[in-house]
């Protein structure tokens, strides 16, 4: 199975496993940012997979990959609802304590069985005045990249389209480049 076929696999197991206690169940890059972090507290409770990169084995196409599921909840009230949960939420512990021995020791087809690790808490005073709690459990998956996958076919590129939105940025175009090639 592809990386992105994993991904894919954990999203869907995650989801058919909270149903609708959960807002959101995603994936995320492994790189946040501002607008990453913004994104996270408008989509809670929920649930965001990452892929955290890989090792090779014995110098093959063997990756033991590394996996993040991320579990994030805010509360309008006390910190600790958002790791408690309540009787209107669930809670952060909640999250990963359900997580964990749903994944540990799964065969994702196709692929290998996920390992649990550990679990890591993000708090920071930023997190805490933004009114979240983010704990993050990794898994390892040792899995073999298939040298033979055909390379996705991309369609040519026919159609280039950019808005400029020049200094100051007010959200006005001053300019729009719209190139159509010939074939």
Do not use: C
């Amino acid at each position: 199975m592809s990386i992105a076929g994993v991904e894919d696999y954990l999203i869907e197991r995650i989801k058919a496993h909270f149903g609708a206690r959960l807002r959101t169940v995603e994936s995320l890059p492994a790189d946040w940012d501002d607008d990453t972090f913004s994104r996270l507290l408008r989509a809670t409770p929920g649930v965001f997979v990452v892929f955290g990169g890989g090792t090779a084995l014995h110098q093959s196409l063997d990756l033991r990959s590394s996996w993040v599921v991320f579990a994030v909840t805010t509360h309008a009230g006390a910190e600790r609802a958002r790791r408690h949960g309540d009787s209107r939420e669930i809670g952060a512990y909640e999250i990963i304590e359900a997580v964990v021995p749903l994944l540990h020791d799964h065969a994702v087809p196709g692929a290998g069985r996920l390992n649990f690790e550990e679990v890591e808490n993000l708090f920071t005073g930023a997190i805490e005045k933004k009114g979240a709690a983010i704990y993050g459990a990794r898994f390892t998956l040792d899995m073999t990249l298939d040298a033979r996958a055909p390379a996705p076919q991309l369609d040519d590129f026919r159609h280039f389209h950019a808005d400029h939105d020049l200094a100051p940025a007010d959200g006005r175009f001053e300019a729009t480049d719209d190139v159509i090639l010939p074939q």
